[in-house]
């Protein structure tokens, strides 16, 4: 029975290293394929300036994109939510994807000077001085966190007076 368990044991074993060393191999081809693919970008990258009107998040089918990024694009992931920026460049408006990364840092109603690849923005900079970093959301949490003690602070002084005067 004893070496029954060791075998058993072996083989889960051997399973695991293999499964391991697949992912491996497979995780450093796709790193190579995703390393050519920003070179690629980053070469036919140029600087825009642009003014932009909205950004949000939603799905690729409802984003009006050009029919060519429909047709490359895999059916699966057609219906996943992706960054993208609605902007006026020049006198065009057009819609832009962009990195999730540089999502939260594109100011919406005012003008940017961006990295655009394509339909593909890779990096923004402000035009007048630098962009505002968007708050953490642990910044948010302790910002809202001393709004609330500052307001029971302020409500238990004004008690305090309302009690003063209503003992007068």
Known sequence: MGGINWIIVGIVVAVVVIA??????LGN?????QDAANEQMKQAAQQVSM??????????????????????TPKYLRKSKVPIVKAKIGPQIVNLMCDAKIFDQIPVKKEIKATVSGI???EVRGVRGPLEKPKTKEELKAEKKA????????AKEVSKKVAKKAAK
Do not use: C, S, T
Request: glycine share 2%.
């Open 20 to 25: 391991f060393g697949v992912l491996a191999y």
């Open 29 to 33: 081809k796709l790193q190579k394929k």
């Open 51 to 72: 003014l932009v009107i909205d950004k949000k998040k939603m799905r690729l089918i409802d984003a009006n994109m050009p029919k060519i990024v429909m047709d490359q």
């Open 120 to 122: 593909y923005i890779i």
């Open 147 to 154: 709004a609330k003690k500052a307001a029971k602070k302020e």
